[in-house]
């Protein structure tokens, strides 16, 4: 299994509606979860950390982690035209160096007028 | 993109030239990165420095050379690089909480593309 994975997409979603995007993690990924936006052409924002089981709420943005079934989610709430990016999700090394995080791939959202 | 800031955002080079991207951080952390990003493959650390100390080398080849004169500045040297070098060159920098054992937030700077010819 790859540390994290992420559905590549695209996930396409109307204006307005919830945007749900997925990760899965390996044990050697620890319990510090990050999720970045990246915009065509731009480098990685970073929106959302979580250390918790549970949920995290940040605006319009929800994280949610479940360390029983090893996956974290980012939820987007009234999803906007301006979500449209790439979104990456990055674990820490279990274990190991607090410098080092695994990325996902990215999945890529767009969200339709 | 004012906090971590990077120089040149776009740089075309040959095989046989030698350049230096230059990456300065605003934030006040003291541990920074590089990163490199290519098409459909996912963020690749390569370096991390801590108070100006290399702390992770991550099996990158010696035709990148970093170095970290303070904890405000990075640079990262580039000589006789390849084709399949040619990326988005990612710095980034966290601030270092010992106290916490969990991993630290990193913010990127705005890259600089790189085409090797």
């Known amino acids: 299994q790859k540390e994290v994975e992420q559905n590549s997409g695209p996930l396409s979603v109307p204006e307005g509606a919830i945007a749900s995007l997925n990760c899965t993690y390996s044990d050697r990924v620890s319990q510090s979860f990050f999720w970045y936006r990246q915009y065509s052409g731009k480098s990685p924002e970073l929106i959302m950390s979580t250390y918790s089981n549970g949920d995290k709420e940040d605006g319009r943005f929800t994280a949610q982690l479940n360390k029983a079934s090893q996956y974290v989610s980012l939820l987007i709430r009234d999803s906007q035209p301006s979500d449209s990016a790439t979104y990456l999700c990055a674990g820490g090394n279990s274990g190991g160096s607090n410098y080092k995080l695994t990325f996902g791939k990215g999945t890529l959202l767009t969200v339709n007028p | 993109e004012t906090g971590v800031t990077q120089t040149p955002r776009h740089l075309v080079m040959g095989m046989t030239n030698k350049k230096s991207l230059k990456c300065e951080q605003h934030?006040?952390?003291?541990?920074m990165y590089w990163y490199k990003q290519s098409a459909k493959k996912p963020l690749e650390l390569m370096f991390v420095?801590?108070?100006?100390?290399?702390?992770e080398n991550n099996s990158v080849p010696s035709r990148f050379s970093p170095e970290c004169p303070n904890s405000s500045h990075l640079f990262l040297h580039l000589h006789t690089l390849q084709p399949e070098d040619s990326a988005l060159y990612l710095c980034?920098?966290?601030?270092?909480?010992?106290?916490?054992?969990?991993?630290?937030?990193?913010?990127f700077g705005p890259g600089t593309r790189l085409t090797v010819t």
């Open positions: 980034a920098s966290s601030q270092e909480l010992p106290e916490r054992d969990l991993s630290y937030e990193q913010y």
């Open positions: 934030l006040g952390h003291n541990a």
């Open positions: 420095y801590s108070l100006e100390e290399r702390v």
